[in-house]
């Protein structure tokens, strides 16, 4: 009789003692399986549910940086481009200084797609005596703002003048009643000095038409200004080609960022230098760097949240599934032992008739492989399908069949069979048969 025959007529013989053996490995796999599939499914739920929290916390983050940028943006322009020869104190101290640069260097900054700046403004200005009214005035120039090459056009600023038209400061319409749609008659006149001698000069009258009244802004430049088309006021003010400054709106940089705006437009035009208004930029960094810092800290403790997550879970896989597996080892050891001792009569006849050991040995082992390989297929099929329900993960063929898994759980479950069986087996067939049949 071949060994395979004996291991069945052994197996038919003790149904229980299988039956047992078979389901102690099958709740031993089922629970180390379920365990497995659960934390799989944890762990994927738990990279789905940070991913949504990334990309809510990211668009709510993007959103409050707009709303931060559209604030700032109300402060207005913070750079003031204005030329190398302007005598800054004078500047400073609101004075006329009729210094003036070409208007080509508005359009050689913004075609040179500079990165640090947007919404580049030239603007003609001059403080000059309204004829007709009999008071000071500031005019203003300007074509509109420039694109920046290959940047996304921006919502401007300040809008273009169009030709013909005037744009009236709050504190000059309000105090003369000028209203929307008026017609204006406009000559200006400015003291120029000949020698010793201060005169005034008058200069070409212009008919404009009302086009807008601006609101008050507290700002006495801007409530007595007139804001006219740039060629325009080239045209009336007698200055061909000229403007006084650019405006200019940084963006938002690092802590360095004026350095670097000095730098980048220096290069570009040198013949000028640079005037941050502080306070306004300062206002613009830090709510755009704290929208951006508080967007990092955000998604920083999602992740660590994820973090923690994953090493209570991996913790606990380091508790449980040695356990498992050494109460897997231990049951059917147990099993094998007692298997051992009922039939020890049986080995002492085999070796009375002359048998080996290993044949012997063989038929334990065998009955050892059979009972792991069972278990192991069905408690991979069972854990399986128990991690599946308790995770609520729904029922789909890669949930039921993952081969690398299957493969561990039959490697490992008939290494540990062949080990559990190894030792009872070994030290059955090392008695002597004569001992073992006086006993029994």
């Known amino acids: 009789m071949t060994i395979g025959r004996l291991i069945l007529h052994e197996i038919a013989y003790r149904k229980l003692n299988f039956a047992m053996s078979v389901f102690t490995v099958t709740i031993a796999i089922a629970c180390l399986v379920a365990f497995v599939a659960i934390l799989s499914r ?8 940070i991913a949504a929290k990334e990309a809510q916390t990211r668009a709510a ?3 409050l940086e707009d709303d931060y940028r559209k604030i700032t943006l109300q402060l207005g322009f913070n750079l003031h481009i204005l030329p190398k020869g302007l005598d800054l104190a004078s500047w400073h101290a609101d004075e006329d200084v009729a210094v003036f640069m070409p208007e080509e260097y508005a359009d050689r900054l913004a075609k040179s797609g500079v990165a640090t700046i947007n919404h580049v403004l030239p603007i003609l200005r001059e403080r000059v005596t309204w004829e007709e009214k009999g008071r000071p005035i500031l005019v203003k120039g300007t074509r509109g703002e420039l694109a920046i ?4 056009e921006k919502k401007p600023l300040r809008d273009a003048v169009p030709p013909g038209t005037v744009v009236v ?9 000028i209203a929307r749609g008026d017609k204006i008659a406009l000559t200006l006149s400015r003291r120029v000095r000949e020698g010793e001698a201060e005169i005034i000069r008058k200069l070409p009258t212009a008919y404009l038409t009302v086009h807008k009244l601006q609101a008050a802004t507290g700002v006495r430049e801007e409530d ?3 804001w006219i088309n740039l060629g325009e006021a080239q045209k009336i003010l007698q200055r061909p080609g000229q403007i006084s400054e650019i405006l200019a709106l940084e963006c938002n940089c690092e802590a ?4 670097r705006i000095h730098s980048e437009i220096s290069s570009i035009l040198p013949d000028t230098q ?4 502080g306070p306004q930029a300062q206002a613009r960094a830090e709510a755009r760097n704290r929208a951006a810092r508080e967007a990092r800290q955000a998604i920083k403790r999602e992740e660590e949240h994820r973090q923690e997550l994953k090493d209570q879970t991996e913790e606990l896989a380091a508790v449980l599934v040695p356990v498992v597996f050494l109460g897997c080892l231990l049951g059917m050891g147990l099993l094998a032992f007692q298997n051992v001792r009922e039939r020890a009569s049986e080995i002492g006849i085999f070796r009375a008739l002359g048998m080996r050991n290993r044949p012997i040995m063989a038929i334990f082992v065998g009955k050892a492989v059979l009972t792991g390989l069972l278990g192991a297929l069905l408690g ?9 329900i308790l995770s609520e993960a729904g029922f789909a063929i890669s949930s039921l069949f993952d081969p690398e898994m299957l493969l561990l759980v039959l490697v490992g479950t008939l290494l540990l069979s062949v080990l559990a069986s190894w030792f009872p087996a070994r030290e059955a067939v090392r008695q002597d048969p004569a001992t073992v049949l006086w006993e029994n």
């Not at 360095?256 to 350095?259: E, F, K, V």
């Not at 640079?274 to 208004?277: K, P, T």
Request: net charge positive.
């Open 42 to 49: 944890h762990d994927r739920r738990t990279e789905e549910i």
């Open 380 to 388: 991979y099929v069972v854990g399986t399908i128990t991690g599946v």
């Open 149 to 152: 090459f290959k940047r996304q």
């Open 61 to 63: 983050m993007k959103a």
């Open 256 to 259: 360095d960022r004026l350095a």
């Open 169 to 177: 400061g709050h504190e000059l319409h309000r105090s003369l009643g």
């Open 224 to 226: 007595i200004a007139l």
């Open 274 to 277: 640079i005037i941050e208004l």
